[in-house]
T-cell receptor
């Protein structure tokens, strides 16, 4: 099993540009989570999906952030327009089903907004 | 809402020293408890987890944790640390029936050879 796959691993962009982060969960997993990690706030849950449906997006910081999961094997997190304070490591995680509570994390995308 | 406290922000130990990292959570219902480790430049990996049963849980790489319900705690221990244990350690809690994990702010562990 390849595990959770994220791309790109590193992204450097300029303020105002659109940024799209991608995630492929582990095959067969029903849940997908997006997290943001910063020095100041630690690891924060942004949004999660169950069977491709967004369940809780209360952690999404503002309207500039959006996430989609068009199918069971792909999700995107988009920031438009990006700002320097969005610089962070963004992790995607997946989980098999509602009876198994462990989450499996991807390698993360390190985003730098100049 | 659930919250998780890790009071030790940065711990520095010499090799072979014993380790205990504190973790306390706020909500007193049925919980699932986790410790994750993040080695430098890598993603989070599960060290151990507690769902039910024996409150003393053994994980990978010689780590263990004890769930003390009366203290809302799930402290991580290792009797003798190695240089390779240098990493950041995160405690996480989920309320039973809730898919969300709440993470602590992490404890950075530095092992001096």
């Amino acid at each position: 099993d390849a595990g959770v796959i994220q791309s790109p691993r590193h992204e450097v962009t300029e303020m105002g540009q659109e940024v799209t982060l991608r995630c492929k969960p582990i095959s067969g997993h029903d849940y997908l989570f997006w997290y943001r990690q910063t020095m100041m706030r630690g690891l924060e849950l942004l949004i999660y999906f169950n069977n491709n449906v967004p369940i809780d997006d209360s952690g999404m910081p503002e309207d500039r952030f959006s996430a989609k999961m068009p199918n069971a094997s792909f999700s995107t997190l988009k920031i438009q327009p990006s700002e320097p304070r969005d610089s962070a490591v963004y992790f995607c995680a997946s989980r098999p089903d509602s009876t198994y509570n462990e989450q499996f994390f991807g390698p993360g995308t390190r985003l730098t907004v100049l | 809402a659930q919250s998780v406290s890790q009071h030790n922000h940065h711990v520095i130990l010499s090799e072979a020293a014993s380790l205990e990292l504190g973790c306390n959570y706020s909500y007193g219902g049925t919980v699932n408890l986790f410790w994750y480790v993040q080695y430098p430049g890598q993603h989070l990996q599960l060290l151990l987890k507690y769902f039910s049963g024996d409150p003393l849980v053994k994980g990978i790489k010689g780590f263990e944790a004890e769930f003390i319900k009366s203290k809302f705690s799930f402290n991580l221990r290792k009797p003798s640390v190695q240089w390779s244990d240098t990493a950041e350690y995160f405690c996480a809690v989920s309320n039973f029936g809730n898919e969300k994990l709440t993470f602590g702010t992490g404890t950075r562990l530095t092992i001096i050879p």
